[in-house]
């Protein structure tokens, strides 16, 4: 009875380490990308250049309570939702 009983605490204790090593490095650096992300974005201003869930790049050109008016070409403008920003500044330069 020993023996099995131990084998349960040993597997107890990997799977608890398996937890921990998952979350230190998958979960808990993602979590604070995404607070990273959610603060540029609640910080963005006109000229700030963007990158949407679908991969458009553009500039904001006004920004509203939950979405964003960005140039995506001289003359195209579209409305985004604040939500759908993955990235802030991505490119800093002036392509």
């Not at 084998?7 to 990273?36: C, D, N, V």
């Not at 995506?72 to 939702?81: L, P, S, T, Y």
């Amino acid at each position: 009875m020993m023996g099995g009983e131990s084998g349960g605490w040993t597997s107890l204790i990997f799977m608890g380490a398996i937890f921990l090593i998952f979350y230190w490095f998958i979960i808990r650096p993602q979590s604070q990308r995404q607070k990273e992300i959610q603060e540029k974005v609640s910080n963005m201003k006109k000229g700030d250049k963007i990158v949407t869930s679908g991969g458009m790049f553009a500039q904001v050109t006004s920004v509203d309570e939950d979405s964003v008016l960005a140039e995506i070409d001289k003359g195209v403008k579209a409305r985004f939702r604040k939500s759908s920003i993955t990235d802030v500044n991505p490119n800093k330069n002036d392509n």
